[in-house]
């Protein structure tokens, strides 16, 4: 059985003729510094990477925006 792949790195189709493609951005911001210490202590204590919980938390709050 195939592991799936997280979201961050499933491929996208673009068309009939194009491959599948891994679509990845890569984003700056700022945030306040208490934020950021809080980020970096939650990643440590999960285990879960810096990369992973900020698409999850951006992926979470869009959809409730959405709503």
Not at 18 to 46: D, I, M, S, Y
Not at 51 to 57: D, G, I, K, M, Y
């Amino acid at each position: 059985m195939q592991r799936q792949r997280p979201k961050s790195e499933q491929a996208v189709r673009v068309g009939p003729d194009a491959p599948n493609l891994k679509l990845v951005a890569q984003l700056a911001a700022r945030v306040p510094g208490e934020l950021a210490l809080r980020l970096r202590r939650f990643c440590q204590e999960t285990g879960q990477s810096f990369n992973q919980t900020v698409a999850e938390a951006l992926e979470k709050y869009l959809a409730k925006k959405k709503r």
